[in-house]
């Protein structure tokens, strides 16, 4: 606050001069409105007519850190919520003439993770900061505080322009419709509620600048938790549970030491022009590429290998789920598509070496 208008407020306060005529005077002496009104609210009614300074606030570093991990886990909650709608909408509603994004689970998982961990501390943290508020409404104006909120105000803004691009990118380059559209209405929603929520928290400020007591609820802050939630429940309705994650990442394991099988097998063709008779022959030279021959993760058994002819055989294994690999657009996981227990492939040097 300006020295000199903060003394000139206090000596017309003491003289008797209204709060009125003074933000008159300062008005025609071109000092802007928000000027005024914070030198009057310095100043409050006495008696004899002597102004009393009310007590200024001051932003302690407890506050300010409370004010930085309160929007730093609600950036992280907002934009794993975005990675986790992204995953559902491009798993469920695929679209073959754009590039297909593989089916693993590693982004969702890290997504409900980050949610899962800054969520509450969101909550924990918007309430205690609340409660400071509430006890001490001075502190609205914490300078910290308007600018972090004023930061988000303007990252959502910058994020609903980037989405309204994005979507006329996608339809251009011919992304399917439906799905384009819901992608984009994900991170509108997501935008939309942070902006819509925080705007409506600096108005609240403003008209409740003299209130004590609780604040009232925003709607669109309940609406945002709400949807938090859902989108939890749903990537855990994605994942399955841990034991099947677990499975999955065995048969994973499977599927790569096979394909490790496969070329060393090749490779041996190659160099002898025959097929093993046995797999355990590829761990009798380092010529094929292999030390140690790849076995079960969970069993330690050797994987199952058969020569139908000189040129024909069969590699398999035991298998705990089906189709761990997404097989849509993807010409390595279609070959390898398995179901529940034993499953043997069959497979042909003269056909690999022609893939």
């Known amino acids: 606050m300006n020295a000199d208008l903060n003394q000139y407020v206090r000596e017309a306060l003491a003289r008797g001069l209204s709060r009125d005529a003074i933000r008159s005077t300062l008005t025609g002496a071109r000092w802007r409105r928000d000027e005024i009104d914070a ?10 007519g002597l102004p009393v300074p009310r007590r200024r606030m001051s932003l302690s570093a407890r506050e300010a850190f409370l004010h ?18 992204f995953w559902i909408v491009e798993r469920y509603l695929r679209d073959a003439a754009t590039y297909a994004r593989s089916e693993s689970f590693e982004p969702l998982r890290w997504a409900v993770a980050a949610v899962v961990t800054a969520f509450p501390i969101y909550l924990w ?3 205690l900061a609340a409660r400071w508020l509430a006890a ?18 303007f990252v959502a803004a910058q994020v609903l322009i980037g989405n309204f691009v994005g979507v006329l ?3 251009l380059a011919g992304e ?19 902006f819509g929520h925080y ?9 409740e600048s003299d209130a004590t007591g609780p604040r009232r609820r925003s709607v669109l802050g309940l609406i945002g938790g709400v949807g938090v939630v859902l989108t939890l429940i749903a990537a855990f309705f994605a994942m399955g549970t841990p034991q099947r994650a677990r499975t999955r990442g065995l048969d994973a394991r499977r599927v790569s030491d096979l394909v490790q099988v496969q070329g060393a ?33 969970l069993t330690r058994e050797p994987y199952r290998y058969d020569k139908v002819d000189s040129l024909r055989y069969r590699l398999g294994a035991v298998f705990e789920t089906a189709d761990t690999l997404d097989a849509w657009g993807n010409p390595l996981a279609r070959r390898w598509r398995h179901t529940a227990g034993v499953e043997m492939f069959d497979r042909s040097v003269e056909k690999s070496a022609r893939e």
């Open 39 to 48: 030198a009057l609210e310095a100043w409050a009614d006495g008696e004899a």
């Open 68 to 85: 930085l991990v309160l929007f730093a886990a609600l950036y992280t909650v907002a934009f794993s919520t975005g990675a986790i709608l």
């Open 125 to 127: 943290t918007s309430s």
């Open 136 to 153: 001490e409404p001075e502190k609205r104006s914490s300078g910290v505080r308007r600018w972090l909120t004023y930061l988000t105000l």
């Open 169 to 171: 990118s996608s339809l």
């Open 176 to 194: 399917q419709t439906a799905r384009s559209l819901l992608k984009a209405a994900v991170v509108f929603a997501i935008a939309g509620i942070v």
């Open 199 to 207: 705007l409506s928290g600096l108005r609240r400020d403003e008209a």
């Open 265 to 297: 097998i090749e490779r041996r063709f190659d160099r002898t022009g025959r097929l093993p008779d046995s797999i355990f022959e590829l761990e009798e030279s380092h010529s094929d590429g292999v030390q140690h021959l790849p076995t079960d993760p």
